[in-house]
């Protein structure tokens, strides 16, 4: 069967000069009198056409003396068709585990509450757990829309960072990078201070510093911790070859701070509310237990319940952070 690969639509043409015996194109087919000539039933109609195919010209002539010229011209143009393969299951249930520490360092916060927290106006629960579900659910929507498209557009060849499957010269994606950039920008402070609180009260319980006694030197440290905190994330940035090998090893610690804090939290809840089960006067002592009081969530067997919850959450960490890690310094190399 035939297939349409052209129309061609020349009333509009005619159109223009309708009324007049001029020549649209290339010329005029004959006067009053001419094969041509007047013809009023059909003024728009093609009535004589002729295609030249060496020359990729096209002639048509109307019924009005209108004569259009036509010069057809081709591109060849090459577009890489690129194989994708999209996989529906994992290989194995390995790359199940393999892919828990990707997850925990997308939703670790556990470092940047504590200074988030601080600078809530209102501190309360209702509202730090406004704060968590919203927090979480932004990033839950930011995460499946950019793994879900990113994954049916590249398939297996999608790389650890997914800005990289992208040309340099695509203005979306180099504002991703931009957004990216200033994302980093503001979110490294609140970490680095984490850090550096962490590492000056380390330095404190190791040389037996007052609170006085340290914040003479303090800023001298300050200065020092600083400098060197930026100089290492420079170099990190410069000589890692990818984020995915940072993710791989950071991961695993992210792990044990979605898995492990809590679990030790949830035993330490649990030894206080056994204690204080067994001696009253801590009852009016520790703020664990009269929170605990107050929220009136306080039983018989919470303790347990909690000291057991515990041992579960250190027992995965203890598997995950384990398998993570190993699985990180062996892609390294």
């Known amino acids: 069967s035939l297939q349409f690969l052209y129309k061609l639509k ?22 009053e009198g ?7 039933d059909e003024p728009y109609a093609v009535q004589l056409m002729d295609f030249d195919p060496k020359h990729k010209t096209l002639v048509t002539a ?38 828990l520490p990707t997850i925990a360092f997308g939703y670790q916060c556990h470092v ?10 209102h501190r309360n629960l209702k509202t730090w757990t406004f704060v968590l579900l919203a927090a979480t659910a932004m990033s839950s929507l930011l995460y499946s829309v950019t793994t879900i498209f990113g994954y049916l557009t590249f398939g297996d060849q999608i790389q650890g960072d997914i800005l990289l499957n992208y040309s340099d010269s695509n203005i979306p994606m180099v504002i991703a990078r931009l957004g990216v950039m200033v994302s980093v920008m ?42 060197t905190w930026f100089v290492l994330s420079l170099v990190g940035a410069l000589f ?27 035993i330490r ?23 605990s009081e107050d929220m009136k969530t306080h039983t018989k067997n919470k303790g347990h319940f909690f000291m057991i919850v515990g041992s579960i959450y250190i027992i995965l ?17």
């Open 240 to 266: 890692i070859p990818g984020i995915d090998k940072v993710v791989d090893i950071i991961g695993a610690f992210a792990a044990f701070f979605i898995l492990g804090f809590p679990g030790l939290c949830a």
């Open 112 to 121: 940047s509450g504590v200074p988030v927290y601080c600078s809530l106006k």
């Open 269 to 291: 809840y649990g030894v206080v509310m056994e204690d204080a089960m067994r001696d009253s006067k801590l009852k009016d002592k520790h703020l664990v237990v009269n929170l």
């Open 317 to 333: 960490c203890a598997f995950l952070f384990g398998e993570a890690l190993t699985s990180g310094i062996m892609n390294l190399f």
């Open 34 to 40: 001419g094969p041509m000539g007047a013809v009023e």
């Open 186 to 227: 503001m979110s490294y402070p609140t970490i680095h201070y984490c850090g550096r609180i962490c590492l000056e009260d380390v330095y404190r319980k190791i040389f037996g510093l007052s609170n006085s006694e340290g914040n003479r030197t303090w800023t001298v440290r300050y200065y020092v911790q600083t400098f």
């Open 10 to 31: 020349t009333s509009r043409v005619f159109e223009r000069n309708r009324g007049g015996g001029g020549v649209s194109g290339g010329g005029s087919l004959g006067g």
């Open 62 to 99: 109307g019924s009005c003396s209108h004569v259009l010229y036509f010069t057809f011209s081709k591109e060849d143009a090459t577009k890489e068709i690129m194989d994708v393969h999209v996989k529906t299951s994992p290989d194995s249930g390995k790359a199940i585990f393999n892919s």
